[in-house]
């Protein structure tokens, strides 16, 4: 009996078939191992910046470090140009600081009989032509990502925030 047996596998990142030579490999090429790698330190890397923010009545809070004063800062995201900051020396202070800026954000804001300005959420309807819908859906898809990722990955492109 011969063991010429010729294992068909399909490639974790790209889902073309490949003829494997042993049974643990998942990448038809060093190429797709290597760009599947990148893209998982780039998730790492969105999933850990997303955990890191303080969240209070609706409004998020980034956490930043400055290594030449060592304290920890961060600011009230989505506000634009009313800014709110606040800094602490370790989590716990930022995290007082944060509530009680925010609190006091809302305070004046009723003292002065204004109306508190509404963080962005970042959950947006986009219009978009049926065709770019369906190209971008396409896409989405060879790319193996939900349409939202897609148009996100897109946009940060675009914007240079990648
Ligand atoms: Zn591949």
């Excluded at 490949?18 to 599947?36: I, V």
């Excluded at 997303?50 to 030449?68: D, F, I, M, P, R």
């Excluded at 506000?79 to 800026?101: K, P, R």
Aim: charged fraction near 25%.
């Amino acid at each position: 009996m011969s063991s010429n047996i010729e294992l068909i596998r399909i490639c974790i990142y790209c889902n073309n078939e490949f003829l494997a030579r042993t049974t643990t490999t998942r990448y038809c090429s060093h190429s797709c191992n290597q760009r599947h790698y990148k893209a998982k330190v780039k998730q790492n890397k969105i999933n850990t910046s997303n955990k890191e923010t303080l969240k209070h009545k609706g409004y998020t809070g980034s956490v930043e470090y400055s290594e030449e004063d060592n304290c920890l800062y961060g600011k009230v995201l989505g506000m634009n140009q009313h800014l709110i900051s606040y800094e602490g020396t370790t989590v716990e202070e930022l995290q007082n600081d944060f509530t009680t800026a925010i609190d006091d954000y809302l305070e004046d804001c009723k003292e002065d009989g204004n109306e508190p300005k509404k963080p962005y959420t970042g959950v947006l309807n986009i219009r978009i032509s049926p065709e770019i819908h369906s190209k971008i859906a396409t896409l989405s898809k060879e790319k193996k990502v939900s349409i939202n990722a897609y148009i996100k990955e897109t946009l940060l492109l675009h914007l240079n925030l990648l």
